[in-house]
């Protein structure tokens, strides 16, 4: 059995986060997370997509975001089980928990903080019949590396800003990129829409609108797309692909975790926002966009926040006879459990005379 001080379910980069604040406190962490590697979305869906909104970072890549906080919470040594899901909580007696994973690795600890993000996503699927015989054979729903279709005759589906964005940036790397949209107009952002139609101009992206993949075509593999017109007199067309990327986004699902008896409110969990972000079950918190209380930003630097607030009570609970005194990194530095220290240089100050 694993044992530690903060179990956090989910290692997306408000868990990664709470890694640092607990480990400020002198409190071990270990994540547990259903994809199989560190970084939530930021990793499992989008790791080039730029980020513009975390402080002192007028932009920053996705995955880039999560390397920089794997690098920050390196001194306090996190364990990590990854590819697993975190299926059932129990409460001891002594008012610690047991979560077991559906593989059935079991943890121990006296606070369960909840970062799962939005939850488990599952992509949503066009109604193609035989789509299910071609996933990773030329089907995927998600896009982790570029570089998988370099030189490749790619279709891409769908008409929001993941679509949009994903045909532009491997307008540069496969060989054909074919951006399919059943109606005319994009509902992503304009400069988004705007690049689009510039390399469509410039024949870097085939635009095939008022449109539908509606078949999937290959022997063991897809060999080709079947598209449907809404001008009838086009009808169905049979194109040559590598790869067919449909892009229409993911519906979030809180999983097992919304069988644990927390009180939910549309498929998110309901927080006391005004102290802690504990749950009704008391040392079981939930933070990150898996939360929900009056006045909830769903932002990343959200999240961190939750982390650092949520922490402090997770020491109180922990130690209840002992008062932690906060002490700015800027005064007292970093000590990692690995006996690293970072902590800021000293001014000397010489007198004359």
């Given amino acids: 059995m694993i044992k530690t001080d903060i179990l956090i379910i989910g290692a997306g980069p408000t868990g990664l986060f709470t890694v640092f604040e607990a480990g400020l406190l002198k409190l071990k962490t270990h994540l547990i ?7 939530g979305q930021c990793s499992e869906i989008y790791p080039k997509k730029p980020i513009y909104d975390i402080p002192a970072f007028p932009e920053i890549l996705a995955g880039d975001l999560v390397g920089n906080l794997m690098e920050q919470i390196k001194p306090f040594e996190p364990g990590f089980t990854l590819g697993e899901r975190a299926e059932t909580l129990e409460k001891l007696d002594d008012g610690t928990f047991i979560v077991t994973t559906n593989k059935g690795t079991k943890h121990h600890a006296p606070v369960v903080a909840i970062a799962g993000g939005l939850g488990s996503f599952e992509p949503r699927k066009p109604p193609i019949e035989n789509i299910a015989d071609y996933e990773d054979k030329g089907v995927s729903y998600f896009i982790k590396d570029p570089e998988v279709y370099r030189d490749k005759k790619v279709v891409i589906a769908g008409g929001g800003d993941s679509a949009l964005d994903w045909a532009i940036y491997l307008a540069d790397v496969a060989a054909e ?18 690049r689009v139609s510039e390399l469509a101009k410039l024949g870097k992206i085939e635009m095939i609108t008022n449109a539908e993949v509606v078949g999937l075509r290959g022997e063991g593999k897809l060999e080709k797309v079947v598209i449907r017109h809404k001008d009838t007199a086009r009808g169905e067309e049979f194109k040559e692909v590598d790869e067919f990327i449909p892009l229409f986004g993911l519906s979030p699902k809180l999983g097992p975790i919304g069988d644990w008896g927390l009180e939910i409110e549309k498929n998110a969990i309901k927080v006391d926002n005004s102290y802690d972000y504990q749950t009704n079950i008391p040392g079981v ?6 939360n929900t209380y009056k006045g909830k930003l769903k932002l990343i630097l959200s999240g961190f926040h939750e982390a650092a607030i949520m922490c402090q009570s997770a020491y109180a609970r922990i130690f209840p006879d002992k ?31």
Avoid at 33 to 39: F, I, S, V
Avoid at 285 to 290: E, K, L, N, P
């Fill in 33 to 39: 997370d259903a994809l199989p590697q560190p970084g």
């Fill in 177 to 194: 990129v074919s951006l399919v949209h059943r109606r005319r107009e994009f509902r992503g952002a304009l400069d988004s829409v705007e």
């Fill in 285 to 290: 918190y939930a933070i990150g966009d898996v």
């Fill in 323 to 353: 008062k932690y005194i906060l002490k700015y990194t800027t005064v007292g530095g970093v000590q990692g459990f690995d006996g690293s220290k970072k902590e800021a240089k000293k001014e000397v100050v010489q007198s004359i005379g």
